[in-house]
């Protein structure tokens, strides 16, 4: 009988609620002071005013860590993925492909999820630059080079990127 595996949440994620919890904690003790008796509550509105700014410095300020809490795994498989990118103009299923590949990067898949989701990439500017190259150094008919950018053997471009590479070639 074949034991079923727990799936963990990722530590970035209990980070974040960690975060959220703390953010509401603080704000749930600055309404207590609100009931305070008159004479404290003229001093508790300008503290409570100066509380309200700090909150959003405090919530401002645990944005920064958050980012701080993605795994390292994670930035480095962004930082390949942004290299296969701008280098080689690869299509988005190619770089996921390459970072999860055995014979490539060996990335976890979750970590490459989270390259794919954070790159900023130009997709039909990549699919365009990969015809370009089929075109020059290849001299591949505009049918052949769309084969072989939407091929599943080949770039992996879906057919609009590919369609807007065949569009935009001389």
Same mark, same amino acid.
């Given at each position: 009988m074949e034991k079923q595996e727990k799936k963990k949440m990722p530590k970035w994620a209990i980070a974040v609620i960690?975060?959220?919890?703390?953010?509401?904690?603080?704000?749930? $003790?600055?309404e207590t002071k609100n009931a305070l008796g008159d004479? #404290?509550? @003229? $001093?508790? !509105?300008? #503290?409570?005013?100066?509380e309200d700014s700090d909150t959003t410095s405090v919530i401002e300020d645990t944005q920064e860590p958050v980012e701080d809490t993605v795994p390292t795994e994670y @930035? +480095?498989?962004? !930082? @390949?993925? #942004? /290299? &296969? /990118? @701008?280098l080689m103009h690869m299509s988005k299923q190619g770089i996921y492909d390459q970072l999860t590949s055995e014979y490539g990067e060996k990335f976890p898949a979750d970590a490459a999820q989270y390259a794919i989701d954070n790159i900023d990439a130009d997709w039909n500017a990549n699919a365009l630059a990969k015809a370009k190259e089929y075109q020059e150094t290849l001299s591949m008919s505009k049918?052949?080079? &769309? %084969?072989?950018?939407? /091929? #599943? &053997?080949?770039e992996k471009f879906?057919?609009?990127e590919a369609? &807007?590479?065949? %569009? +935009?070639?001389?």
């Open positions: 960690i975060v959220l919890v703390i953010c509401v904690i603080a704000g749930a $003790t600055g004479d #404290e509550n @003229k $001093t508790n !509105t300008q #503290e409570n005013v100066l @930035k +480095n498989a962004l !930082t @390949k993925a #942004e /290299s &296969y /990118s @701008k049918q052949a080079i &769309y %084969d072989q950018l939407i /091929s #599943e &053997y080949g879906t057919p609009e369609q &807007y590479a065949i %569009d +935009n070639l001389d």
